[in-house]
């Protein structure tokens, strides 16, 4: 019996160690705004935020750092960094820069913000709240730590958030209530303001860089001393502040590694033949350039030193500049120090949004001999990505791609992903999207599950949505907004998109307008274009209590063009960017210098006409290739009795709704949305939409109008 127990024993603390040896993941999101566009630059945020990137990465941590960003720059930079966060241990986002409250919620502003109307705060800066749902559902523990605590400087006051039009009142942030194992942390208390100080730091993030470095120290304990700090640079004007549910400890910087052991006598003996030794180790690593696939975890480099003796040891010269260095129990910083035992067990995780090679030095070293090394690290994306990886999928490391550019050769890219990474769901997905787009149902589906099984949440959404379509069964869509509340509860934002549409006009579920508004408001925020042309229409008619808006509709259009979606861009007669070479257009004034005279010739009329033959329009689709953006589209047609449409629905779109005249007696092959019958248009180009606002002359020549291209997804 105490034999067993001895066992059980013994059993339990190999357990623990072997738990507590596992690197931990740790990410963190920096962004310091100062460069602003409308109001007056700011003085300390760019360097902030290089002090504070400095820390985190001297404390282990993957960094995504990023100055003076446009609100479409931070949603791009915001999904790589969630990617990363994806089952994090600690994720972490510090942003200094202008950030403000209304009506007891913060929103942080972009550097490209003007806030000049009523509607722009929803389209233009960045709820504090949404980050926090994000990291919530990714991470075991979420930090934020906002150095964003000034005046209002925009002359606007009123702002619609959500169906009520809000007058911002009051200084600095509002307090923010975290759900369980979250810190919140503010430059000062609630509605107050921080100063920028006299130096080039912040009192607060000068106080923050220093403190959190301090070895073993409890993240609260920090954050008091921080307090102290700041407290006392500023004669008591700015009080620290944090919110914290904190049930685990939170430690920013380990205990120092231990130096290696001093070299005995008879090792300094030895100075010549481990010379020859480090230059072996040195011409080793020197060499590579290694090719080191993107978005499946750490990745062994398996350097394979020819020498192995205990004395040899190597310091991290260089750190790369994206992605992370780490062994099986602990992630490297730029301050590591590794034996040469070590260096085969080397991993590099590049980091997602960035393929440019890196490069990592090492100074190695034995008694007297030294010597500097340096070797490339080159991330790539896998055949499968670059085939069917999907857009705004927040667990995909691509920009993706539309359904209707998935070509052959998809399906064996992703096959071969797979079998290569069983482990990887994001695969499998991809993998049903393949299958989807070749017509093999009954294979994608299964696929798809399997990957839903693995954690993949945009697979998820699209169970959901072969449920509502009833690709191989009757719909259900009881069931489709079933798995749309899950992928929603994910944070997707299609899964929101869907799931606000469904609450909003009751289809399929009860009614509830304010939830299914404030639902498309996120996946707006996260850069869904669906969800913006569904909003701008919802404020254009005024539906289901919601007050009609022309400018707030106006302003989800712009957002949609923005992000290059195609049926915003029809509504406002513009035209979307396309990856093909364009056309040179000659222009009329080009013409007018040409043409000088002109011999009018009269022709008697014919007896009669001929017949005319009436070709209908012919859908062009919306570009090939890589989409140019992750928010492009939705992924699918609304299925029958899904959505709601208030005018004519578009087939190859995510329920979206034309309100533009269609001009069903026309044909344009190649003018700027408009027919003429009496004249000839040479230069002008176009696409063909049959939401389009054109217009037919039958007599006239039409140089200006422009029509739009509605995308297929």
């Not at 913000?113 to 504090?128: F, P, Y």
């Not at 994206?322 to 034996?339: E, K, Y």
């Not at 399906?411 to 017509?439: M, N, T």
């Not at 259009?557 to 093909?580: N, V, W």
């Amino acid at each position: 019996m105490l034999r067993c127990c001895a066992l059980i024993a013994l059993l339990i603390l190999v357990g623990l160690t072997t738990f507590q040896a596992h690197a931990e993941r740790r990410v963190a999101l920096v962004v310091g705004n100062s460069q602003y566009r409308e109001i007056p630059a700011l003085k300390n945020p760019d360097k902030d935020a290089e002090n504070v990137s400095r820390t985190f990465r001297l404390a282990g941590f993957e960094v995504f750092a990023a100055k003076d960003l446009t609100k479409l720059q931070f949603e791009e930079r915001f999904r790589n960094y969630l990617a990363a966060a994806d089952g994090a241990d600690l994720a972490v986002v510090y942003y200094s820069g202008h950030g403000f409250q209304i009506g007891g919620e913060n929103f942080l502003i972009p550097v490209d913000a003007s806030l000049k109307d009523a509607a722009d705060m929803e389209v233009q800066a960045i709820k504090v709240d949404d980050i926090l749902r994000q990291l919530r559902s990714r991470s075991k523990v979420q930090m934020i730590i906002l150095d964003a605590c000034r005046n209002d400087p925009f002359p606007r006051k009123d702002y619609w958030l959500r169906d009520q039009l809000i007058v911002a009142g009051g200084s600095g942030l509002a307090q923010v209530t975290g759900s369980q194992n979250t810190l919140i942390a503010f430059a000062t208390e609630p509605g107050a303001v921080a100063y920028d100080g006299s130096g080039d730091l912040s009192p607060f993030s000068s106080s923050f860089s220093r403190r959190a470095l301090a070895p073993d120290q409890e993240i609260r304990s920090v954050m008091a001393a921080v307090r102290r700090d700041v407290v006392k640079a500023t004669n008591g004007k700015q009080v620290p502040w944090e919110n914290s549910s904190l049930i685990d400890d939170v430690v920013l910087m380990r205990g120092a590694e231990q130096p290696a052991p001093p070299l005995d006598a008879e090792q300094g003996q030895q100075t010549a033949e481990r010379g020859i030794q480090v230059a072996d180790a040195a011409e080793a690593i020197g060499r590579r350039d290694i090719r080191v696939p993107l978005g499946v975890g750490p990745v062994p480099l398996k350097l394979e030193l020819p020498a192995k003796d205990a004395s040899i040891s190597l310091k991290l010269a260089s750190y790369p500049a994206a992605g992370t260095l780490s062994l099986p129990d602990r992630v490297l910083s730029p301050q590591s120090s590794l034996t040469a035992a070590e260096v085969d067990k080397l991993r590099y995780e590049p980091q997602i949004g960035s393929v440019a090679p890196v490069e990592v030095g090492f100074d190695i070293r034995a008694g007297s001999a030294a010597k500097r090394s340096t070797m490339q690290l080159s991330p790539s994306v896998d055949p499968c990505d670059q085939a069917a990886g999907e857009p705004l999928d927040l667990q995909g490391v691509v920009s993706g791609r539309l359904p209707n550019e998935i070509g052959g050769g998809a399906v064996e890219a992703c096959e071969a992903a797979v079998k290569s990474y069983p482990d990887i769901a994001r695969f499998r997905y991809e993998l049903g999207r393949a299958l989807l787009a070749s017509g093999r149902i009954d294979e994608a589906r299964n696929v798809i599950q399997e990957a839903a099984d693995k954690g993949h949440v945009r697979a998820v959404y699209e169970l959901g949505y072969i449920a509502a379509s009833g690709m191989s069964a009757a719909p259900d869509l009881t069931k489709a907004n079933s798995l749309y509340a899950q992928a929603s509860d994910k944070g997707d934002p299609y899964g929101m998109t869907a799931l606000g549409r469904a609450l909003f006009d009751g289809v399929g579920v009860q009614r509830d307008t304010g939830k299914g508004l404030d639902l498309l408001l996120q996946a707006a925020a996260m850069g869904h274009v669906d969800a913006t042309k569904d909003l701008a229409m919802i404020f254009k008619e005024g539906r289901n209590g919601v007050p009609a808006d022309p400018a707030r509709a106006l302003a989800f259009l712009r957002a949609g063009i923005d992000r290059q979606e195609a049926y915003s861009m029809a509504i406002l007669g513009l035209s979307p960017k396309r990856s093909e070479k364009t056309v040179p257009v000659c222009k009329p004034k080009v013409v007018t210098k040409v043409v000088t005279k002109i011999k009018v010739v009269r022709t008697p009329a014919p007896k009669a006409p001929p017949p005319v033959t009436k070709i209908p329009a012919k859908r062009i689709p919306n570009g090939t290739g890589s989409a140019s953006w992750r928010g492009n589209g939705g992924d699918h047609p609304e299925p029958r009795g899904s959505g709601s449409d208030s005018g004519s629905t578009d087939g190859d779109s995510t329920g979206s709704t034309d309100s533009g005249s269609t001009d069903s007696g026309s044909t344009d092959t190649g003018s700027t949305g408009s027919t003429d019958s009496g004249s000839t248009d040479t230069g002008s180009t176009g696409s063909t939409d049959s939401g389009s606002t054109g217009s037919t002359d039958s007599g006239g020549t039409d140089t200006g109008s422009t029509g739009g291209s509605d995308g297929i997804r």
